[in-house]
Each structure stands twice: as structure tokens, then as C-alpha cells.
């Protein structure tokens, strides 16, 4: 069993910084492979990015590719999400998730999930 918590989000204006972070417990965590993605207002959940706990090799969507970049602390169980130049198009609820085997870009193919945390970008 893998426990997720995401934490970080809050209100910014367009240019701006926010750092999540995705705080993971379980026995065999470093057995799994971390994502984030996002859901905006009417729209479905999307991939924005994720990296190998082992390894750290890491991987974006190409909307933010360049912006945001993903990071994992092995001493504290813990991902981030560094998201820089914020647009008010990435105004979402942001989800970090954990999955076995290669990184997959779709939700289904995660087991485990964070609460979500509010991102929002003033314009």
C-alpha cells in the first residue's frame, strides 16, 4: 500500500513560481515510479509529467516542457513539482500518482493517488 500527499498549490499570478510536493509512504515505495497530472474546469485529467525513482529520468508534456520540472528527495519520500512562468491556462487540480513498471502517460495506468492540491493563475 502506497500513501500519497500533495501540498503546495495556491493563488498566483501569471509569471509566477509554485513548488508542490508529493510526500509518499509505503513499505515498498521505491518500487514505484511517481507522476503528476491535472485537471482543469471541464476537462478531462491529464499528464503533466514524471520521473523514475530510481534513475530520476523525467519526462513532460509538451505544454509544460521547459516550465516545470520534476524532482524526487530520497530521504524524505518526497517528488516535487517546480512549476515556473505559471499561464492561466495551467490553472488545475494538480495530482501526484505512483505507478510499478515503466512511466505511462494516461491515469488509468496509475495505482495509487494524492488528494490534489489547487493551483490558480491570475492573469
Known amino acids: 500500500q502506497v500513501t500519497l500527499v500533495a501540498s503546495g498549490g495556491g493563488l498566483v499570478q501569471a509569471g509566477g513560481s509554485l513548488r508542490l510536493s508529493c510526500a509518499a509512504s509505503?513499505?515498498?515505495?521505491?518500487?514505484?515510479?511517481m507522476g503528476w497530472f491535472r485537471r482543469a474546469p471541464g476537462k478531462e485529467r491529464e499528464f503533466v509529467g514524471a520521473?523514475?525513482?530510481?534513475?530520476?529520468?523525467?519526462y513532460y508534456a509538451d505544454s509544460v516542457k521547459d516550465r516545470f520540472t520534476i524532482s524526487r528527495d530520497y530521504a524524505k519520500n518526497t517528488v516535487y513539482l517546480q512549476m515556473n512562468s505559471l499561464k492561466p491556462d495551467d490553472t488545475a487540480v494538480y495530482y501526484c500518482?505512483?505507478?510499478?513498471?515503466?512511466?505511462?502517460?494516461?491515469?488509468?495506468?496509475?495505482?495509487?493517488w494524492g488528494q490534489g492540491t489547487q493551483v490558480t493563475v491570475s492573469s
Open positions: 500518482a505512483a505507478r510499478r513498471g515503466v512511466i505511462l502517460y494516461t491515469p488509468q495506468d496509475y495505482d495509487y
Open positions: 509505503g513499505r515498498t515505495f521505491s518500487s514505484y515510479n
Open positions: 520521473i523514475y525513482w530510481s534513475g530520476g529520468s523525467t
